[in-house]
Structures are given as C-alpha cells and as structure tokens.
Nanobody, 115 residues
C-alpha cells in the first residue's frame, strides 16, 4: 500500500526557512521521480519542484534559487528545503509521485509565511 507522509510545515516570517520532508513507503522509491506541489484555496494545485530517479531536478521560476529538492533513496525520503520564504509561498504543500497513470499524494502540510 502506497503511503506518502509529509512533515515539517509551519508558520514563519518572510525571509525565514522551513524544511519539508516526505516519507514514502509501499513502492520501489528509488525507481520513481518525486515531486512537491502546492495549493492555495480556490486555485489549482501547482508543481513546485521535481526530482528524477537519477537526481535531476526541476523548479518553477517562482522558487528557483530559494528552494532545493533532494532525495535519500536509503531512507525513502524526499525533502524540500525552502529558504527566503515569501508570503506568496503560503500554501498546503503535497508530496507526489506518478506510477503509470495514477498520481499518488500525501495528506499535505501547511506552510504559512507572514509579512
């Protein structure tokens, strides 16, 4: 049974940092690309960062230079280090992977950045 469990969200002031972590189980973690998405109420969920099975990374322009995605295949975890946070980063952040045509999601973790 696939499980993705996020942790590390919270409330910070602008300019602060948070580190999100996603613990994965129930599938061969090292074989899959992993991603972090975020969603603000009333808006579509958007991709934030992606890391391939080989470690190649991708970031949306809004977070480039501030966020870093990483994975530990020995621990089955994927992290998102978020620095220089801005109020517009406020959202629920979700861990994700796609297997075949099925998207798997964690329960989400709230990140709130105050100005």
């Amino acid at each position: 049974q696939v499980q993705l469990v996020e942790s590390g969200g919270g409330a910070v002031q602008a300019g602060g940092s948070l580190r999100l972590s996603c613990a994965a189980s129930g599938f061969i973690f090292s074989a899959y690309s992993m991603a972090w998405y975020r969603q603000v109420p009333g808006k579509q969920r958007e991709l934030v960062a992606h890391i391939g099975s080989g470690g190649t990374t991708y970031y949306i322009n809004a977070v480039k230079g501030r966020f870093t995605i990483s994975r530990d295949n020995a621990k089955n975890t994927v992290d998102l280090q978020m620095n220089d946070l801005k109020p517009e980063d406020t959202a629920v952040y979700y861990c994700n992977f796609l297997r075949g045509t099925v998207d798997h999601w964690g329960q989400g973790t709230q990140v709130t950045v105050s100005s």
